[in-house]
């Protein structure tokens, strides 16, 4: 048996006699405390307390019943919560207007003074409590179906555990009415439990908490916590150990979710369909619905450090079975790898990802739904004719080699031209099959532009000038818009100078001639283009340059605060610039999807800059 | 008899100057206000009052906080942003009676963006219609003959002599100037050449002699070479003129209701010997007895505009104005986007069992923006023994200040049970506005 001291904290609580000692306030419904405590221990209360070193992980999986559907595991949540209040962008976010207003109604003031008076009352503030209380960690578990929830800390203090336990109990006592016994106490082996309502139970064991909705469940968790052997439990679950084996990264948090009764309930039922009516998200998730259709579990993993953050999701999967019309997305036996970021310069966000566009777009009658096929059908119609009356799928998106990036970036304009809304570049890079292919994008391009010029011309608007360039192994052929008549340069239209350039086997359309450029340059440094290491797609984001574009937009910011908030004007500045710069405090923001031969992984990863 | 209607009127002790008219004049001068400075023109007296609603303190600093809104929506070339923006505009204005009345000629000169297609045009539409909202009538005229927007709405922008467009001189004729019955087919062709060669290239105006008819024209028994200037001097000439602007006038501001002619031939006897200044026929219309007898409290059914811009006033809210514009589009009424060349027809034709609900839906949506926790404009510095006491005033607030027909006896007590069970005020008005909103004297102004 565990060595694990016998409780008194709560025979205290029976004995004390609390009608008279919180005045007026006992009415007040202990609910509304529990959550403002909740609340301000989410919301942000800061209190600046050194960071100790982050302690070793811990394993309660062993209290939680082999049936369950998930399990969360903090190592340290306290550390946690204070490296994530001491980034300076979450002092930028507390000073929001919306959270200082929401930190600041009544309800919460007397929630912050109610957990002031408990703080003195034990002598230390809240995050040492939940330091010492959950230094060797927290633990979630609970069954999806039987809607059962387990919590359990495991403290370093157990001394203080106790006394915050009994204190706490004693809040409750005072705050219900006089009429009513809040909860029961009783005895369970070694140790006692608070029952409130004949469900939700509390019960200490020597430096161990367990909290849950239901008895019966804290009573298996207090069973396996006190016996020798603890018998049948969640760690010896396949599902878990298999999860835990593959997805465990000794993260600072790591929550494991076992699908099929996610599955059986029909919650999320589209997540599990591995299908969707939408061809945007299937070109993009399609690989994460694949991988989800049969998935049985499902692992997150949570790293906090003092400037980044780190998300994993991982869920296993069998790169060699495939589906011939996922192949587009995932390649063959699942080797789809994305081209490597390319090098530009000051760019605000690049997308590479492993695509094969005529694969997508000739297996659409096995991906999609009767209506969406039809639609793309007449598509297919329409886009053979504007590329010369050539089969869209079979042979334009066929001259594209697998694999696309697209790359945005803050741009520079020509004198006289001042867009009052600041548009990035935006361009879209894939290689050629063949680069004797470029004439028919080429030709195409140029009929695109004709038609676009037809259509403004009939609006009385400015119209594109094309011209077509070969120099140093460039190809370009680049559309100019000119204020004129009743416009000038502040339209949003000048943003664009709809350009397509070719350098070898590279393609680069884009909505600037400078970007294509740029680009087409770049590409002469690449041979063949390395790919990611085992990245299927790959999203990163620059904070610093994001915030510099929305910066140069901040005029139209304020314009969309005033409308959208019925502000003025000073108002609508002041949210706005605390946005610029709560954003400015992001400096990378990447998201990889992974493809390994039996795993497919997410990674978000967010790091930030100091002030 | 008649003319008498149109002499000003005098507070009495029958008929006092009192929350109900200060009300109806803000309704109708603007879009209403709140409680508090409802009741502060109340104070200031009438003939105050009066001066006051036609004064613009406070413009010059609206439209320096406005105006660089108007150059980052014109630049997004998104009409629909600057319905938007319009109704901030009437939301906010220190000056609600130029924003009314710009609106009035907005939906007389009706040119819809759905068509237009251009948000530089429309918004410089929109600045000429407020430039001459309460000036006078033929400049506004002579402008919106070459304003781009409308011309493009009517299919205008080319005119040759050879071919002449009629679209305009017909709508000129009909709808902006004479009304039905005043002109002949041969006046439009007449009129149609004397605008040829206006044209609109780039979405500018501009005059092209090459392909202007110079020869002469004969219009109402007038001859001569007349250009488009002329012509719009010979319309408004026409005794079938002031009669047609005064009768939109009264209808727009004073009654859904027919008028006879001979109630409103004084008042447009009056817009002819005042050079067409549509200000100085507003303020004789705004004092007039006329405007506060009973022919015209309460005798207008509100617009979807009017009802969401004076919950907005009436509370000061924050509203999200794309919202806003969305549920007015629903409910037929979306500034910048009137339905066809007459504009909206107003009247009973705002409700209709659909359009109901959706107004109730409405004044749910707006009363929902009330912070949590707060009275709002209409927690007067006041002592109130209870909560109870005070659910009890606020629902008389809201009766005098909104309701231009008190609601019936038995209607105000349910409204008073319901007020009472409904706690705090701003959870009070919550509650109880969207039951106000099944009333039918709600919808009245």
Redesign the interface.
């Known amino acids: 048996m565990r060595d694990l001291s016998h409780i008194g904290d709560f025979d205290r609580v029976e004995r004390r006699s609390y009608r008279d000692s919180w005045g007026s306030n006992r009415n007040r419904p202990v609910g509304v405390l529990v959550a403002v405590v909740f609340a301000l221990t989410i919301g942000g209360l800061r209190l600046s307390l050194a960071q100790e070193a982050k302690s070793e992980p811990h394993d309660g999986s062993f209290l939680f019943d082999e049936n369950s559907s998930f399990y969360l595991q903090v190592n340290d949540v306290a550390s946690a919560i204070e490296t994530i209040l001491n980034y300076p962008l979450t002092r930028k976010i507390e000073s929001l207007p919306e959270i200082s207003r929401a930190l600041n ?2 309800e919460v003031v007397v929630g912050r003074i109610a957990l002031g008076l408990w703080e003195s009352q034990l002598g230390v503030d809240w995050l040492t409590l939940l330091k010492r209380s959950a230094g060797r960690g927290l633990f979630v578990g609970g069954q999806y179906e039987q809607q059962a929830l387990g919590i359990s800390l495991h403290a370093d203090d157990e001394e203080l555990l106790k006394r915050a336990i009994s204190s706490l109990l004693e809040v409750i006592q005072r705050q219900s009415p006089p009429d009513k016994i809040p909860f029961q106490v009783e005895a369970y082996r070694s140790g006692k439990l608070a029952i409130f309502d004949n469900s939700a139970t509390i019960g200490r064991f020597g430096s161990w908490l367990l909290l849950s909705n239901q008895r019966d469940l804290l009573t298996r968790m207090a069973d396996r916590l006190l016996d020798e052997n603890p018998g049948t439990c969640l760690r010896d679950s396949p599902s878990f150990k298999a999860a835990r084996q593959e997805t465990y990264r000794s993260e600072d948090a790591w929550l494991y979710v076992d699908l099929e009764p996610l599955r059986r309930s029909g919650t999320a039922e589209q997540l599990f369909l591995g299908r969707t009516a939408e061809p945007g998200l299937e070109f993009l998730f399609g690989g994460i619905l694949e991988a989800l259709r049969s998935a049985p579990w499902t692992g997150f993993g949570l790293a906090i450090h003092a400037d980044r953050i780190g998300i994993t999701w991982r869920v296993p999967y069998q790169a060699e079975r495939v589906p011939p019309e996922r192949e587009y997305l995932l390649g063959t036996r699942g080797l789809g790898r994305a081209p490597a970021l390319l090098e530009v310069p000051g760019t605000i966000a690049q997308l590479s990802m492993y695509r094969d566009a005529s694969g997508f777009w000739l297996n659409k009658e096995n991906l999609f739904p009767e209506n969406v096929i039809a639609n793309l059908t007449q598509s297919d119609s329409q886009l053979s004719t504007v590329f010369g009356g050539v089969d869209f799928g079979s042979q334009i998106l066929a001259a594209l080699q697998p694999g696309l990036q697209v790359v945005i970036k803050e741009q520079e304009y020509a004198e006289g031209i001042d ?3 600041k548009i990035p570049s935006i361009a879209l890079v894939a290689r050629l099959q063949n680069p004797e292919q470029a004439r028919r994008f080429r030709i195409s391009f140029q009929s695109l532009v004709g038609l676009l010029n037809l259509a403004e011309g009939g ?4 119209q594109i000038d094309l011209l077509s360039t070969r120099e140093n192994g460039i190809q370009m052929t680049s559309g100019t818009y000119t204020p ?4 000038d340069g ?4 000048f943003n664009f100078s709809p350009s397509i350039a070719f350098q070898n086997d590279f393609m680069i359309i884009s909505s600037t001639t400078t970007l294509a450029r740029e680009i087409a340059e770049h590409t002469k440094s690449l041979g063949d283009a390395p790919t990611s290491s085992n990245s299927n797609a790959i999203l990163a984001i620059d904070g610093r340059h994001l915030s510099t574009i929305l910066a140069e937009n901040r ?2 910011l ?2 969309n605060d ?8 000073k108002q609508s500045e002041r949210q706005v610039d605390l946005l610029l710069e709560s954003l400015r405090l992001i400096r990378t923001l990447t998201i990889d999807l992974r493809t390994e031969a039996e795993q497919l992984s997410l990674e978000l990863d967010c790091s930030f800059a100091r002030e | 008899m008649a003319a008498n209607l149109w002499e000003p009127w005098e507070p009495s002790p029958q008929e006092p100057w009192d929350r109900r008219r200060a009300a109806h004049l803000m309704r109708r001068a603007g879009f209403g206000g709140t409680v508090r400075q409802i009741d502060e023109l109340v104070n200031l007296g009438f003939d105050k009052a009066l001066a006051m609603i036609r004064e613009s303190a406070g413009l010059e600093a609206f439209e320096a906080e406005m105006t660089p809104l108007e150059k980052s929506l014109v630049s997004r070339q998104e009409p629909q942003a600057l319905a938007s923006w319009w109704l901030l505009r009437m939301a906010k204005t220190p000056h609600p009676l130029l924003e009314k009345t710009t609106f009035f000629w907005h939906g007389h000169f009706a040119t819809s963006a759905d068509k237009v297609a251009d948000s530089a045009a429309m918004l410089r539409q929109y600045r000429l219609l407020r430039e001459h909202a309460l000036g006078r009538f033929e400049p506004l005229v002579q402008g919106i003959s070459r304003d781009p927007a409308m011309l493009i709405y009517l299919d205008s922008t080319d005119n040759r002599k050879t071919r002449p467009n009629e679209n305009y001189a017909r709508e000129l004729l009909e709808l902006f100037c004479l009304g039905a019955g005043n002109y002949s087919e041969r006046d439009i062709k007449e009129l149609a050449r004397c605008f040829t060669g206006w044209e609109v290239r780039q979405n500018q105006f501009q005059f092209n002699p090459h392909q202007h008819d110079s020869g002469i024209k004969t219009i109402f028994d007038q001859s001569g070479p007349f250009g488009g200037d002329d012509a719009v001097g010979i319309v408004l000439r026409h005794p079938a003129a002031a009669r047609h602007i005064a009768r939109k006038l009264v209808r727009f501001f004073c009654t859904d209701d027919d008028v006879v002619d001979e109630e409103f031939q004084p008042l447009a006897e009056l817009l002819r010997e005042n050079d067409f200044d549509i200000g100085k026929i507003l303020a004789v219309i705004l004092s007039s007895r006329f405007f506060w007898s009973e022919k015209s409290l309460g005798k207008k059914v509100r617009g979807p505009v009017d009802l969401a811009i004076g919950l907005i006033r009436l509370f000061d809210l924050n509203a999200n104005m794309n919202d806003v514009r969305g549920r007015l589009a629903g409910l037929g009424q979306l500034p910048m986007f009137p339905p066809n060349v007459k504009g909206w027809e107003g009247g009973t034709s705002w409700i209709n069992a659909s359009t109901f609900v959706e107004r109730i839906n409405l004044v749910q949506f707006l009363v929902e923006r009330i912070p949590a926790g707060s009275a709002g404009p209409l927690s007067l510095a006041r002592v109130t023994r209870s909560q109870d006491e005070e659910s009890r005033r606020v629902i008389e607030d809201l009766i005098d200040v909104w309701f231009a027909q008190r609601p019936p006896t038995e209607t105000v007590r349910e409204l008073m049970e319901l007020a009472s069970q409904a706690g705090k005020t701003a959870d009070m008005i919550k509650r109880v506005l969207p039951a106000m909103a099944a009333i039918p004297e709600f919808h009245l102004a």
């Open positions: 109604t009544p867009p009052e809304m609006m009385y608007r400015p004129e008549g009743g416009y502040s339209l949003m239209i005029a139209a304020v314009a005033m409308l959208e908030n019925g502000n003025d004007r």
